[in-house]
C-alpha cells in the first residue's frame, strides 16, 4: 500500500457550552474585567466548553474514537496503531493512549503511545501515523487530538483564560492505494519555549512551580504566522502543489486573526479556511481533528478535495501537512 488515508473522522465535545457572556459574568465575581467585545475582536472566540471535573482527556478521547470508528465502519478490534496527541493526559503515566485502548475494549496488543507537542501535537500524531503505515505492519491507525485544557487554566488571568476550551477529535487513517496524505514537514525550537508555557513539575508528591499556562500573546503572535507560512510553502513544494490547488485549510483554531493573517501571505482566500474557534475556543491539540470532522460531516470536505493543515504550539512546535480526502 502507497499511502494512509482518512477513511472517518469523528468529535466529542462537553455538554458545558461557556460564551464570553458567562465568562465575563464568572470573571466579574472575581474581580476581573474583561468583555465579550475584547474576547472576540481579538480571538473570534465566542463560547467554548469546559468539562465537568469528574471526565478526563481519555474520556473524550474515546467518544471521539468511537465516533471516527463509526465513521469508518469499522470495529475497534481492527485497530493496529493509537496515537493521542494531548498535553493534558490523565496522568503522567501511563499514556492517555494505554487508558484509550482499555476504554475502547482492544485487547489485541496493538501499539499505543502519546503525543506532546502542545498545539502542533496532531499534525505530530498524524505523522507519524502515516509513517508507520507506510513503513511497518500497521494498516489502520486511530490517531486522536484530546484535552482539558481549561484544567491548566489561572482564572485570575483574563489575558489568558478567555481563549482556550476542552474536546476531542479523532480520525481513522488506513493503509490504502488511493492517494491520502501526500507530504508533512514537522519543525521545533526549543528557544522559543519561555513565551507559551506551563513550567510547573510534580517531584516528591507536590507541584514545584507554576501550574498554570503564561504566554506572551504578541510574541506568539509574530511567530506563528511566519512559522505557518513558511511550513506551508515547505510542504506545498515537497508535494509539487501551489496554494490554489488547496480546496480547504484546516489551521490549528488558536486565534482567528492568526489563521486569517497567515491565509493573507499564502495567498489563500480566506473563505478557503475552515474556521471552528468561534465555537470551541483554541482546544491546542484537539482543534484540527475538531475542525476536520465538522468540515468532512458538513460536507464541505468531499473526496478527491487537497485540504492542508497546519499548526504552531508552544515548544515551539510547528508542522504542516498535505492530504487528499
Ligand atoms: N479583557 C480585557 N482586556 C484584556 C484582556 C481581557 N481578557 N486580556 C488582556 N487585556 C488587556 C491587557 O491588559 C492590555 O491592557 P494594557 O494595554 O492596559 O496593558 C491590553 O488588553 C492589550 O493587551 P495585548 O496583549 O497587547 O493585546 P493584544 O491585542 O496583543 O491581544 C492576544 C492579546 C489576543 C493574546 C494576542 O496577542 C494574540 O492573539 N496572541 C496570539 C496568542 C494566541 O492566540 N495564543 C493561543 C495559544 S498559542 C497557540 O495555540 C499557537
Redesign the pocket.
Same mark, same amino acid.
Given at each position: 500500500m502507497s499511502f494512509a488515508r482518512i477513511v472517518g473522522t469523528g468529535s466529542f465535545l462537553p455538554s458545558n457550552v461557556i460564551s464570553n457572556a458567562d465568562l465575563v459574568s464568572q470573571l466579574a465575581s472575581r474581580g476581573i474585567?474583561?468583555?465579550d467585545d475584547? %474576547?472576540y475582536s @481579538?480571538?473570534g472566540i465566542q463560547s467554548r466548553r469546559f468539562a465537568d471535573r469528574q471526565s478526563q482527556t481519555s474520556d473524550l478521547a474515546v467518544a471521539a474514537a468511537f465516533s471516527a470508528l463509526s465513521a469508518a465502519a469499522i470495529e475497534a478490534d481492527a485497530v493496529d496503531l493509537i496515537v493521542v496527541a494531548t498535553t493534558t493526559p490523565d496522568a503522567i503515566f501511563p499514556s492517555t493512549a494505554c487508558l484509550v485502548q482499555r476504554k475502547l475494549g482492544i485487547r489485541n496488543g496493538c501499539a499505543a503511545f502519546d503525543i506532546q507537542a502542545v498545539?502542533g501535537g496532531f499534525i505530530y500524531a498524524l505523522t507519524v501515523a502515516d509513517a508507520l503505515i507506510r513503513a511497518t505492519s500497521v494498516r489502520t491507525a486511530l490517531v486522536i487530538g484530546a484535552e482539558t485544557f481549561s484544567r491548566l487554566l489561572d482564572f485570575e488571568d @483574563?489575558?489568558t483564560c *478567555?481563549?482556550f476550551g476542552d474536546g476531542a477529535g479523532a480520525v481513522i487513517l488506513s493503509a490504502s492505494e488511493e492517494p491520502g496524505i501526500l507530504g508533512a514537514a514537522l519543525h521545533a525550537d526549543g528557544h522559543h519555549s519561555d513565551i507559551?508555557k506551563v513550567s510547573g513539575s510534580i517531584a516528591g508528591g507536590a507541584v514545584l512551580g507554576d501550574p498554570f499556562l503564561r504566554?506572551d /500573546?504578541?510574541a *506568539?503572535?509574530k511567530l506563528?504566522v511566519g512559522a505557518l507560512q513558511s511550513v506551508s510553502e515547505e510542504v506545498a513544494a515537497k508535494c509539487g502543489l501551489a496554494m490554489s490547488d488547496f480546496t480547504w485549510v484546516v489551521p490549528?483554531q488558536?486565534?482567528i @486573526? %492568526?489563521m486569517e493573517a497567515t491565509a493573507r501571505k499564502l495567498g489563500i482566500p480566506v473563505d478557503r479556511l475552515v474556521a471552528t474557534v468561534h465555537e470551541h475556543g483554541?482546544t491546542?491539540a484537539a482543534s484540527i481533528p475538531l475542525a476536520l470532522d465538522q468540515a468532512y460531516r458538513d460536507g464541505r470536505i468531499c473526496r478527491g478535495d487537497r485540504v492542508l493543515l497546519h499548526a *504552531? /504550539?508552544?515548544g515551539v512546535t510547528w508542522g504542516a501537512l498535505a492530504m487528499q480526502a
Open positions: 474585567e474583561t468583555s475584547w %474576547i @481579538r480571538s498545539c @483574563r489575558s *478567555v481563549l507559551l504566554m /500573546g504578541p *506568539v503572535f506563528a490549528h488558536a486565534n @486573526r %492568526i483554541n491546542s *504552531v /504550539g508552544a
